[in-house]
């Protein structure tokens, strides 16, 4: 299973592009921002395979 980091200060964007990754075949673990420091603590915390931040 991929883990993916998702980072935007905008929850709607946040939620669309969950969405979208969620609708995929293959298994996703979908980890949300809202802030730079938010990301960086997740970062720390987990094994990240993917990280998108605008």
Known sequence: MKTI???????????WIRALVESLPEAHHVLEAGT??????????NEVDLFRRP
Do not use: A, C, N, Y
Request: net charge negative.
């Open 36 to 45: 730079r420091m938010e990301s960086q603590t997740l970062l720390e915390e």
């Open 5 to 15: 980091l998702l980072v935007d200060d905008h929850p709607m964007i946040r939620k």
